[in-house]
């Protein structure tokens, strides 16, 4: 039987086999464990208050509200490429994107703005 099998260190081959897969889920758990160095921007970020009308304003116009780059190459009349919206990219876009929506909504509840 494989269980009986002695190896030179005096381990069966069932203990070989546990370390292993021990050794295996301990390489997997270090690869899935991150680091978030952006994560003190993203809460920062997340939590600007957005109570003055000319920083609302400031932000609004400041952040686009479709992606700049996003491109169809036209010539001639004939479509040769599309790029992609980069702006995905960003690693802090949803939190400018946030941003962008409170500063909105600021101006259009409470300053009665139409934008």
Known sequence: ?????QTKGGNTMS???LTFHSDRH???TAHTLRIDALHPVRQWLDHVPVNNPTLARILY???PGHCPFERDIVVFG????HIPPLCKLNPLYDQFVGLR???MCYLV???GETI
């Open 78 to 81: 004939r479509k040769l490429a």
């Open 109 to 111: 509840d409470v300053c």
């Open 61 to 63: 116009k400041l952040i």
């Open 1 to 5: 039987m494989i269980e009986n099998i």
């Open 15 to 17: 203990d070989l086999n």
């Open 101 to 103: 929506f409170r500063s």
């Open 26 to 28: 301990s390489r997997q």
